[in-house]
């Protein structure tokens, strides 16, 4: 059990770039969440992936978000025409699905991104 | 629209002696709650949870306390230790409902232990 990993650990970036973050889930874990932590706030649910379905996206993702999961392991999350307002730790987590009634999430260590 | 509330910034505790942390939260819907341990430049941790069906979980140092009527939980830690000086960050979620699967934070809580 390695923990989820996420890449790259920090991004600085200048308005108007895309980025993209990789995370890799627990292996046997089946769900897959993405959230966003900015200074001061407890973390921000983003989007959700059951295998390879997204199930739920918060109305924070806006069009320039996308995320995807394609083969239901690691997941990339693609933030477009960034603006400094996206400056924010991003974090993604994995759970297995043995019922939601036990909804343990484990984090990685998240991806810091600063826009410019 | 903060379902999920941690009013104390922050709390400062002897090396030795309790720490107490509160959560409330506003949603009925509601019933799985989770402690999370948050160091700097690292993911939140977890810590301990609790089903809504009890009104207590303990795990070693760390128990929590569930009092549904008041929508109120907290997190004990006896005795504390100056590794425990972290951000605690209280969650919550949902087994029905629409938004099901995604935590509910609060803002979190430092808590310091000094010697």
């Known amino acids: 059990d390695t923990g989820v990993s996420q890449d790259p650990r920090h991004k600085i970036t200048k308005r108007g770039q895309n980025v993209t973050f990789r995370c890799d889930p627990i292996?046997?874990?089946?769900?897959l969440y993405w959230y966003r932590q900015t200074l001061g706030q407890g973390p921000e649910f983003l989007t959700y992936?059951?295998?390879?379905?997204?199930?739920?996206k918060s109305r924070l993702l806006s069009d320039r978000f996308s995320a995807e999961r394609p083969k239901g392991s690691f997941s990339t999350l693609e933030i477009q025409r960034t603006e400094q307002g996206d400056s924010a730790m991003y974090l993604c987590?994995?759970?297995?699905?043995?019922?939601?009634?036990?909804?343990?999430?484990?984090f990685g260590a998240g991806t810091r991104l600063s826009v410019l | 629209d903060q379902q999920v509330k941690q009013n104390s910034p922050s709390l400062s505790v002897q090396e030795g002696r309790i720490s107490i942390l509160n959560c409330d939260y506003t949603n009925s819907m509601f019933d799985y709650f989770l402690w999370y341990k948050k160091y700097p430049a690292e993911g939140p941790t977890f810590l301990i949870s609790i089903s809504s069906i009890k009104d207590k979980n303990e795990d070693g140092r760390f128990t929590v306390f569930l009092n549904k009527s008041a929508k109120h939980l907290s997190l004990h830690i006896v005795p504390s230790q100056p590794g425990d000086s972290a951000v605690y960050f209280c969650?919550?979620?949902?087994?029905?409902?629409?938004?099901?699967?995604?935590?509910?934070f609060g803002r979190g809580t430092q808590l310091t232990v000094w010697p």
């Open positions: 992936f059951q295998n390879e379905a997204q199930l739920e």
């Open positions: 292996s046997e874990h089946n769900r």
């Open positions: 969650a919550a979620s949902a087994a029905r409902g629409s938004t099901l699967g995604r935590l509910y």
């Open positions: 987590a994995s759970s297995l699905r043995d019922t939601l009634a036990k909804n343990i999430q484990y």
